[in-house]
């Protein structure tokens, strides 16, 4: 939990206000795990990286060496909205599927335009042949 410096009325009162930032899948975090892994790129939720195919969360994981515990602590630390949310972008969903919980709702969107962004880099980076 990071500590966040807040400004309260004109008088400079400083005080402190805990934040939790969940962490995120980065671009740059799923490019590097398909060079490592060599897998090709996967749209499918279920798939054996047995054949060399994988999605972003697959690559990821090998990359890393993770244990399946480690992988089931990431994604937890990422919380359900956001890896959810990032699926249905990595998967090329048009739209967001309904989440019943408002409060998360800005994750789910979140995970979303991660998940599209991840996918559109890993799409040029096949492409290049890298």
Same mark, same amino acid.
Not at 59 to 75: E, F, K, N, V
Not at 96 to 109: F, I, Q, V, Y
């Given at each position: 939990m990071a500590l966040r410096r807040v400004c309260e009325g004109g008088e400079g009162v400083v005080s402190m206000v805990r934040t939790r930032q969940r962490p995120r899948i980065t671009v740059d975090e799923v490019v590097d795990a398909f060079r490592v892994t060599g897998f090709i790129p996967e749209r499918r939720d279920y798939v054996s990286v047995i054949d060399g195919r994988g999605?972003?969360?697959?690559?990821?994981?090998?990359?890393? @060496?993770?244990?399946?515990?480690?992988?089931?602590?990431?994604?937890?630390?990422?919380?359900?909205?956001?890896?959810? @949310?990032?699926?249905?972008?990595?998967?090329?969903?048009?739209?967001?599927?309904?989440?019943?919980?408002?409060?998360?709702?800005?994750?789910?969107?979140?995970?979303?335009?991660?998940?599209?962004?991840?996918w559109d880099a890993v799409v040029i980076l096949s492409e290049e042949g890298n």
């Open positions: 999605t972003a969360l697959d690559a990821i994981w090998h990359a890393r @060496g993770m244990s399946h515990d480690d992988y089931r602590r990431w994604m937890n630390k990422m919380g359900p909205a956001y890896t959810t @949310g990032f699926l249905q972008g990595w998967k090329g969903n048009k739209r967001l599927r309904p989440w019943p919980h408002n409060n998360s709702r800005h994750l789910l969107k979140l995970g979303f335009a991660d998940g599209h962004a991840a």
